[in-house]
């Protein structure tokens, strides 16, 4: 298995805290991926990179934001949480565009 | 933006049968993914195809490019099987776009 993991794996939060979910990787894969999975939606894109400092939006990428400063490290952060956002995330990781996706274990984020 | 829609949502069988999940998707495509989740469980990916078939052990992958459609075949199946199958598609902008899954219940 690819080494991806996701911290914090649980977190409990309230409507208007800042919260910042971290994906870290040890294989020096070019892209990484945030997505969130809600029941009648499934999986959707939040944003991508392609590299370090290179970041684009996804399709629900509203209410979001992300940073790569590093290869091993994509970080999301929800400036200012909302129930919405109440999710499943995970991060995802490739070693070029249209290759096998390695998903991580998952980030369940409650905002009450 | 590329629609993905899997059929059936949900499915119930005993073990042994064959088993089929269908994806077809709106929009030419790169590739396509299977996915699988089991419950509370990760994301597993299991197959990507851009032509023709793929086989790892009981599962089986094919996809028609032109009729823009896949199925995942499932044989001898097995209660450990019991998953949610999830099919996907890159296409257009990085990043993938996934049907809402199949969920799959294997019965001893």
């Known amino acids: 298995d690819a080494g991806i993991t996701q911290s914090p794996r649980h977190k409990v939060t309230e409507t208007g805290t800042p919260v910042t979910l971290r994906c870290h990787q040890t294989?020096?894969?070019?892209?990484m991926y945030w997505y969130r999975q809600d029941p009648g939606h499934g999986l959707r894109l939040i944003h991508y990179?392609?590299?370090?400092?290179?970041?684009d939006k996804g399709e629900v990428s509203d209410g979001y934001s992300v940073s790569r400063s590093k290869t091993e490290d994509f970080l999301l952060t929800l400036e200012s949480a909302t129930s919405s956002q109440t999710s499943v995330y995970f991060c995802?990781?490739?070693?070029?565009?249209?290759?096998?996706?390695?998903f991580g274990p998952g980030t369940r984020l409650l905002v009450l | 933006k590329n629609e993905v829609e899997q059929s059936p949502q949900n499915l119930t069988a005993q073990e042994g049968e064959f088993i089929t999940i269908n994806c077809s998707y709106s929009?030419?495509?790169?590739?396509l993914h299977w996915l699988q989740q089991h419950p509370g469980g990760g994301i597993v990916s299991l197959f990507m195809?851009?032509?023709g078939k793929k086989k790892h052990g009981r599962l089986i992958a094919t996809i028609n490019i032109q009729e823009k459609h896949s199925s995942l075949h499932i044989t001898a199946s097995h209660p450990r099987d019991s998953a949610v199958y999830i099919c996907?598609?890159?296409?257009?902008?990085?990043?993938?776009?996934f049907g809402k899954g199949t969920h799959l219940i294997i019965q001893p």
């Open positions: 929009v030419g495509i790169s590739a």
């Open positions: 294989e020096n894969h070019r892209y």
């Open positions: 195809l851009s032509s």
């Open positions: 996907a598609v890159n296409g257009g902008a990085d990043g993938l776009t």
């Open positions: 995802a990781i490739s070693y070029n565009r249209d290759e096998t996706q390695y």
């Open positions: 990179s392609y590299g370090v400092k290179d970041t």
